[in-house]
């Protein structure tokens, strides 16, 4: 099977059905309340630019355990080489 395109607007599809509960996911960066995701709100901080994608600039965003998982999230994917992509899916 062919992989979706890290920059196209499939790959975040492809990343949550990959996941053994997709729903876990699409819920962690869909918002709640009539309020953004923090997980959301920091993809598209880092897609914009507004975030370094570094160790540092993760300690310092709150909430700090959805800073955390998100960090561990992007460096299993780094390891891919695939990391910015999934920023750059996601917060589109």
């Known amino acids: 099977m062919a992989r979706a395109d890290p920059a196209g ?8 059905t990959r996941m053994d509960n ?9 918002p709640r309340h009539g309020r953004t995701a923090p997980a959301a709100d920091m993809l598209q ?3 914009r630019g507004d975030i ?4 540092e ?3 310092r965003l709150q909430p700090w355990r959805a ?9 299993q994917r780094a ?14």
């Open 9 to 16: 607007p499939g790959f975040l599809a492809e990343l949550l």
């Open 22 to 30: 997709p729903l876990t996911g699409l819920s962690w960066i869909s």
């Open 45 to 47: 901080g880092l897609a």
């Open 52 to 55: 370094e994608l570094t160790h």
């Open 57 to 59: 600039a993760f300690h």
């Open 67 to 75: 800073a955390a998982h998100l960090r561990e999230l992007l460096m």
């Open 79 to 92: 390891h891919g080489r695939q990391a910015g992509a999934a920023v750059r899916a996601v917060a589109t």
